[in-house]
C-alpha cells in the first residue's frame, strides 16, 4: 500500500503561481510513476503531468510551458509548480503513484486550486 498526502493548494489571482507537494510513504519502492491529476466541477478527471522512474515526463497541452512537475531527491516527492494560473486551472488536484507489476494507482484526497480575482 502507498500513502498519499497533498498540499499546498489555495486561492491565487490569474496569472499567479502555486507549488503543490506530494509526499509518499508505504511501499514507495513499488512506484515507478507519479503525478498529478485534477477534476474541476462537473467535469471528468483528467491527466495533468506525470513522471516515470526514469525521469520523463508528460504533460496536458493546456498546462504545457506553464505547469512543471519534479521530484525530490528521495523520489518519494512530487512536486507541481504552476505559474500563469488561470480560471481554467481551478479544480481539485490529485496526486496518484502507480506501482507494481500490475500497475495499481494510489490516489490522495485531492488538494483545491482556486484561481480567481
Known amino acids: 500500500q502507498v500513502q498519499l498526502v497533498e498540499s499546498g493548494g489555495g486561492l491565487v489571482q490569474p496569472g499567479g503561481s502555486l507549488r503543490l507537494s506530494c509526499v509518499a510513504s508505504?511501499?514507495?519502492?513499488?512506484?515507478?510513476?507519479m503525478g498529478w491529476y485534477r477534476q474541476a466541477p462537473g467535469k471528468e478527471r483528467e491527466l495533468v503531468t506525470g513522471?516515470?522512474?526514469?525521469?520523463?515526463?508528460n504533460y496536458a497541452d493546456s498546462v504545457k510551458g506553464r505547469f512543471t512537475i519534479s521530484r525530490g531527491n528521495n523520489k518519494n516527492t512530487v512536486y507541481l509548480q504552476m505559474n500563469s494560473l488561470k480560471p481554467e486551472d481551478t479544480a481539485v488536484y490529485y496526486c496518484?503513484?502507480?506501482?507494481?507489476?500490475?500497475?495499481?494507482?494510489?490516489w490522495g484526497k485531492g488538494t483545491l486550486v482556486t484561481v480567481s480575482s
Open positions: 508505504g511501499s514507495i519502492f513499488s512506484i515507478n510513476a
Open positions: 513522471i516515470i522512474s526514469g525521469g520523463s515526463t
Open positions: 496518484y503513484a502507480q506501482g507494481g507489476v500490475a500497475g495499481v494507482l494510489y
